[in-house]
């Protein structure tokens, strides 16, 4: 299985600050990646698609881009909703789908 | 309004069955891939399993191979996951999915879930 390796597992930052998420995989993935956002109690929620493809209705501060086993992901300026964990996750092996660990977004 | 809704969880002892069924509404249900994620309270995702939308190119997650079914039924626009042999490290909130398109490899709409606990 393709392992995708996420970091850091958690951040802290103030409001309005830049934050930066990675995603590394195992293997080549090419554009193969999202970014979810999960709230405390909720489902998580499509961000990003295809790696750099903001879903619909998503504010423009969220952002990603890489390609091949190198992924990152932009919050331009942390707003208090932005609080949630994030995860990265590859769909080019669709036998086995997997997501990174997670990164826990937190106000400073 | 795409609507997902979850139901048959509950408290089932090893070695026991259970079988989750997601209501989908709000879209053209045969059109979309659908995929179950499961997640234990307080930690990462997990894909179980998903398939196209007229359920072709089924897939498992190694975890579960051989105990878990996905099935769907459009007509209801329904879908299931039959949990046979279950374990302890089964124990999660099992989420359904729709793919983003008639793939399942991209979620672009969840359900809340439905917990499932396996204990003795």
């Known amino acids: 299985d393709i392992q995708m390796t996420q970091s850091p597992s958690s951040l802290s930052a103030s409001v309005g600050d830049r934050v930066t998420i990675t995603c590394q995989a195992s293997?080549?993935?090419?554009?193969?990646l999202n970014w979810y956002q999960q709230k405390p109690g909720k489902a998580p929620k499509l961000l990003i698609y295809?790696?750099?493809s903001l879903e619909t209705g998503v504010p423009s501060r969220f952002s990603g881009s890489g390609s091949g086993t190198d992924f990152t992901f932009t919050i331009s300026s942390l707003q208090p909703e932005d609080i949630a964990t994030y995860y990265c996750?590859?769909?080019?092996?669709?036998?086995?789908?997997?997501f990174g660990g997670g990164t826990k977004v937190e106000i400073k | 309004e795409v609507q997902l809704v979850e139901s048959g969880g509950g408290v089932v002892r090893p070695g026991g069955s259970l079988r989750l069924s997601c209501a989908a509404s709000g879209f053209t249900f045969d059109d979309y891939g659908m995929s179950w994620v499961r997640q234990v309270p307080g930690k990462g995702l997990e894909w179980v399993s998903g398939f196209n939308w007229n359920g072709g190119n089924t897939a498992y997650a190694d975890s579960v191979k051989g105990r878990f079914t996905i099935s769907r039924d459009n007509a209801k626009n329904s879908l299931y996951l039959q949990m046979n042999s279950l374990r302890a490290e089964d124990t999660a909130l099992y989420h359904c999915?729709?793919?983003?398109?008639?793939?399942?490899?991209?979620?672009?709409?969840w359900g809340q879930g439905t917990l499932v606990t396996v204990s003795s």
């Open positions: 293997q080549d993935i090419s554009n193969y």
């Open positions: 996750q590859q769909f080019d092996d669709l036998v086995a789908l997997t």
């Open positions: 999915a729709r793919g983003s398109s008639s793939w399942y490899g991209t979620f672009d709409f």
């Open positions: 295809d790696a750099s």
